[in-house]
């Protein structure tokens, strides 16, 4: 079986949260949030108990709102903070995704937004974004 990196620190992050409870406190939620801003495209952060099957084979469609943390175009990346996304069976939490830097362009970090989303596995690539 090939992986990449992504998939690799997707299965580094699932197995990290396996031994962690389900407590959180202001200051570890704001630590994980910071430390989620600087991450590499497709690692998450919260509460990860029902996420999907890492290394699933298809490619899904799935949309959701959040707002924007960080963006580094240089990197094609955008990280969101978002609510539950059922079609990937994700739970909110904050997670860096790839999107082309055009999409990048349109939206600044703090603003309100709506996006589209191609999930392979437990990674995510913005497809479409729009300010709410």
Same mark, same amino acid.
């Given at each position: 079986?090939?992986?990449?990196?992504?998939?690799?620190?997707?299965?580094?992050?699932?197995?990290?949260?396996?031994?962690?409870?389900?407590?959180?406190?202001?200051?570890?939620?704001?630590?994980?949030?910071?430390?989620?801003?600087?991450?590499?495209?497709?690692?998450?952060?919260?509460?990860?108990?029902?996420?999907?099957? =890492?290394?699933?084979?298809t490619a899904t469609a799935a949309?959701?709102?959040?707002?924007?943390?960080?963006?580094?175009?240089?990197?094609?990346?955008?990280?969101?903070?978002?609510?539950?996304?059922?079609?990937?069976?994700?739970?909110?939490?904050?997670?860096?995704?790839?999107?082309? =830097?055009?999409?990048?362009?349109?939206?600044?970090?703090?603003?309100?937004?709506?996006?589209?989303?191609?999930?392979?596995?437990?990674?995510?690539?913005?497809?479409?974004?729009?300010?709410?």
């Amino acid at each position: 079986m090939k992986l990449n990196h992504a998939t690799a620190l997707g299965l580094a992050a699932l197995l990290a949260a396996c031994g962690q409870g389900s407590e959180t406190d202001a200051s570890n939620t704001s630590a994980e949030a910071t430390a989620t801003a600087s991450a590499p495209a497709g690692t998450m952060s919260g509460e990860m108990g029902n996420m999907a099957t =890492p290394g699933a084979a298809t490619a899904t469609a799935a949309h959701g709102t959040g707002t924007v943390k960080a963006t580094d175009r240089s990197a094609g990346t955008i990280t969101l903070e978002h609510g539950p996304i059922p079609e990937a069976n994700w739970p909110a939490m904050t997670m860096a995704f790839k999107a082309d =830097p055009s999409l990048i362009d349109r939206v600044k970090v703090g603003d309100e937004v709506e996006f589209d989303l191609k999930v392979e596995g437990t990674a995510g690539e913005v497809t479409a974004i729009s300010k709410r």
